[in-house]
């Protein structure tokens, strides 16, 4: 693993010395990220006034889905928003994937706070999960940009969206807040938060939760432990200084991926052979039984664990009336393993203690520290704003073998392997400056955004293990990418809006990566590597009244130089994905929300989309493959999302409904799976003070309603051009009804 804890400590100790002059200068109200989060109550849910496509949930919107839900699952309830998952919460990552008007997980930015979490991808690089970074009951709401986002977002990924999640400020009033929920497959989650209130501008919380629960099919569990502490002190009138450190442990036991021949010849409740290991032994060794007919239709078992620690100093200063500073420096660790019991390579060949299968590993490590600043100043009727991120990042992934003697529980870390295949260092330096200017015409009904942007990302890997490339580095870097944006008010209740975007992408680091490949195929393709681009257009109207808001937006898109890792055989065999430059894609779409509150404690959310994507180009793979003209993988054409919520006094009764219509699982669109409609329901009740607990609430939440048999996420262990006898296994279902009971009380 490359070294930079020396540079990142005299980083953090420049940031933090330079920031301290400011602190004697603050003279107006602090506008942090963070405190963004505790007023999202209080502003439009569909972006108002706003030169781009914004979208608004708040913890309130939350509680239609059970505690420790993926808060990515609720954005679905967004226009343009696509979200899979094969467990209930969400919360299994393997299976998780979200995309914005067809551009997938990895090619989205996101945030927490202002600190950048990568590409969300689950062999990550460059970030983590937000259900790692942030307890789900910690969190104070999210805002997702389905097309363009801030142009000062700190990601190397955002061609096609932008979420941002904000974390919930400390109470001014000491407390203590207690979960505890049960639910289906022995599912348990217990939460404690501790307020010390406000004591002259200063104010945390610390808090936990431990959460664990059974797989709904197969054997295994889920089990996460999260710390969660926040610091705030506000000082001055204008000014404030914000520390986190959340800290995530979590171990996942895997669902077996599945195909479609799979499901009709094994059944939907089809998983890993664990605990029968003499049943795993025998198909490893070609004897099948049950309908088994290949060594890939089940492994004995898998497990995916991340261990991260992300931490950031942010302050917010008011130098004077017209000028303010934004400084957040943080710092992340990760490190993580993939395991598999794979049938494909033996434990202690050629002794008398050689078996068919060895436990195969991914193993991740990610060290980055990296400071976000903004500079804000308004003057002569223009709110100018400049900022700069920089990123230093080591990442490291290798692939191990380790042999065993039989059966053992995998959900640790494992250590001296047994056979190393290959192993790669990467080091990547991010920088990017931004420069905005926003001003206001015709009595300031008319806004107008108009900035640019010049990322730079270097990246370089060694390899001191394996054939890959070595000593090389790729380089995605553009001087001037424009961006620009209106919002006309026509009246009281009614405004339009547009903008326009251009975007590049970092080249993706690790698995799958153009770095993952043998030295000579990636001397030949680096040549030709052009960086991932994307270019926006969006326009689009809102109206608001009594009672009721509504928007209506439309877009064109257009997705160059579309980098794409093409599988080359099953996902567990390892071997390296062709990596190529196939073309470009073209996306078409529209996108509406309507919100009405016909009477008092009724509220009623709608979303409806509409999206065209295409592939404009054929890619060659020993011969011509056809995608000209096929729709993109994994992209619903038409998406619906309704939410009805009825809150009488104590009572807050919640019914979701959403549907997702039909997706093309292979680039040449042979092979699709069906839409579907999904009913989510939630009811609590507010005993209000008890005793010496100022609140007592009990919630219940049951996930899919109807129980509907679904195919969620696609594309998990890889995407093919062709699937003709519909047997490649890369696709999950989704779970059955599920509930969760939860009570919380406050002191």
Not at 175 to 200: C, I, P, W
Not at 283 to 309: E, I, K, M, T
């Amino acid at each position: 693993m490359p070294s930079h804890a020396p540079l990142r400590r005299n980083l953090l100790a420049l940031l933090v010395c330079a920031s301290l002059p400011s602190l004697a200068a603050a003279e107006t109200a602090p506008t942090s990220d963070a405190q963004s989060a505790t007023t999202l109550d209080s502003i439009s849910v569909i972006g108002r006034g706003e030169a781009r496509q914004v979208q608004r949930v708040t913890a309130e919107d939350m509680k239609v889905l059970p505690p420790g839900a993926n808060p990515l699952k609720l954005l679905a309830s967004k226009p343009g928003v696509h979200f899979e998952s094969g467990d209930a919460t969400g919360a299994y990552e393997w299976s998780t994937s979200i995309s914005l008007r067809g551009f997938n997980q990895n090619r989205l930015g996101y945030t927490l706070d202002g600190i950048p979490l990568g590409n969300m991808s689950y062999g990550n690089s460059n970030g983590l999960h937000v259900s790692r970074a942030v307890i789900s009951e910690n969190l104070g709401g999210a805002e997702v940009s389905t097309g363009i986002g801030a142009l000062g977002t700190p990601s190397t990924s955002n061609l096609g969206g932008v979420f941002q999640f904000y974390s919930i400020d400390p109470s001014t009033e000491y407390g203590v807040v207690l979960a505890q929920g049960f639910g289906s497959d022995n599912a348990r989650r217990s939460y404690a938060r501790l307020e010390t209130g406000e004591h002259q501008g200063f104010a945390a919380y610390l808090s936990g939760v431990y959460s664990e629960g059974d797989k709904w099919k197969g054997k295994g569990s889920q089990e996460l432990k999260q710390f969660n502490g926040k610091a705030v002190y506000n000082f001055g009138v204008d000014s404030r200084i914000t520390a986190l450190f959340n800290a995530s442990r979590r171990v996942e036991a895997d669902y077996q991926d599945l195909s479609l021949e799979m499901i009709d010849r094994l059944g939907w409740t089809w998983d890993n052979y664990a605990p029968d290991w003499d049943r795993a032994l025998a198909a490893a060794r070609g004897q099948f039984s049950g309908g088994v007919n290949s060594p890939w239709d089940a492994y004995y078992s898998g497990h995916g664990l991340r261990n991260d620690d992300i931490s950031s100093v942010a302050g917010d200063f008011g130098l004077n009336e017209a000028m303010r500073l934004k400084v957040n420096v943080y710092n992340h660790s990760n490190r993580g393993q993939g395991h598999w019991f794979s049938p494909s390579n033996p434990s202690n060949p050629g002794t008398a203690r050689e078996i068919p299968i060895s436990i195969r590993t991914t193993e991740y490590a990610i060290d980055r520290t990296g400071v976000t600043s903004a500079f804000t100043w308004n003057v002569g009727g223009h709110e100018l704003e400049a900022g700069l991120w920089y990123e230093d990042n080591g990442h490291s992934v290798q692939r191990n073998f380790y042999y065993i003697d039989g059966p053992i529980t995998d959900d640790f870390f494992l250590r001296n392997p047994d056979q190393r295949v290959w192993r790669q260092l990467y080091t990547t330096i991010t920088r990017q400056f931004y420069v905005q200017d926003r001003f206001r015409l015709f009595d300031d009904r008319l806004t107008v955004d108009i900035g640019a942007k010049s990322p730079h990302t270097r990246t370089r890997v060694r390899t001191p293990l394996g054939s890959y490339a070595n000593n090389s580095s790729l380089t995605s870097s553009k001087g001037l990418l424009p961006q620009a944006g209106f919002n006309f008010k026509l009246n009281e209740g009614n405004e339009i809006f547009g903008s326009f975007a251009r975007n590049i992408a970092a080249y993706a680091l690790g698995v799958g990566s153009p770095f993952n490949v043998p030295q000579q195929a990636f001397d030949a393709s680096a040549r030709n590597l052009k960086p991932e681009q994307s270019r926006t257009i969006e326009l689009g109207w809102r109206g608001y009244g009594q009672g009721y808001e509504a928007s209506v937006a439309v877009y064109d898109v257009k997705f160059d130089n579309r980098l794409l890792a093409i599988a080359q055989c099953v996902g567990i065999l390892g071997c390296p994905a062709l990596f190529s430059n196939v073309g470009s894609v073209t996306s078409r779409g529209a996108e509406a929300t309507l919100q009405l509150k016909p009477v008092q404690d009724v509220t009623w959310s709608n979303a409806l989309s509409w999206n065209d994507s295409t592939y404009d180009d054929d890619y060659v793979n020993n011969g011509v493959v056809p995608t000209r003209g096929r729709k993109t993988v994994d992209t619903p054409e038409w998406m619906f999302a309704s939410t009805l919520a009825w809150t009488p006094g104590p009572w807050d009764m919640r019914l979701s409904a959403n549907h997702v219509g039909k997706r093309y699982v292979t680039y040449t669109n042979d092979l699709s799976v069906p839409g579907y409609w999904l009913v989510n329901a939630s009811v609590a009740y507010d005993f209000g003070s008890l005793g010496p607990a100022q609140n007592l609430t009990v919630a219940v939440n049951l996930t899919n309603l109807a129980d509907k048999r679904y195919l969620s996420s696609i594309n998990t262990n890889g995407t093919y051009a062709a699937d003709p006898t519909r047997s490649l296994a890369t696709m999950q279902v989704g779970a059955p009804r599920q509930v969760m009971a939860t009570a919380t009380v406050r002191f």
